[in-house]
Nanobody
Framework: VQLQASGGGLAQAGGSLRLSCAAS????????MAWFRQAPGKERAFVAA????????VYADSVKGRFTISRDPAKKTVYLQMNSLKPEDTAVYYC???????????????????WGQGTLVTVSS
């Protein structure tokens, strides 16, 4: 699976951005797609995930209620709608794909075999 992320940019606090992650290659059946982010000087952290088969979603507590992850099977694309942005949301955002659907490794980078190139989101106060 090859992943291409896009949609990052500059936003003011309280604003919105939408990230996209287009997938190509292997046919999607029982996959899990996720977004991670890495802020300056910090480790990469889990943001949200969506199960390709069924569309169930999971969020990190820090973004729950503000971010929405969704997928469009016809376009093989995953989206991350980010609302009510905060300066602490500033980070490089990565999309990732995993053939594992085990909940226990949801936030583990090691569970994701494919990664996009990252897109920078900057939120000004």
């Amino acid at each position: 699976v090859q992943l291409q992320a896009s949609g990052g940019g500059l936003a003011q606090a309280g604003g919105s951005l939408r990230l996209s992650c287009a997938a190509s290659g292997r046919t999607f059946t029982n996959y899990r797609m996720a977004w991670f982010r890495q802020a300056p000087g910090k480790e990469r952290a889990f943001v949200a995930a969506v199960y390709w088969n069924g569309g169930n979603t999971v969020y990190a507590d820090s973004v729950k209620g503000r971010f929405t992850i969704s997928r469009d099977p016809a376009k093989k694309t995953v989206y991350l709608q980010m609302n009510s942005l905060k300066p602490e949301d500033t980070a490089v955002y990565y999309c990732a794909a995993s053939a594992s659907v085990i909940r226990s490794n949801l936030g583990s980078q090691a569970a994701y075999a494919s990664w996009g190139q990252g897109t920078l989101v900057t939120v000004s106060s």
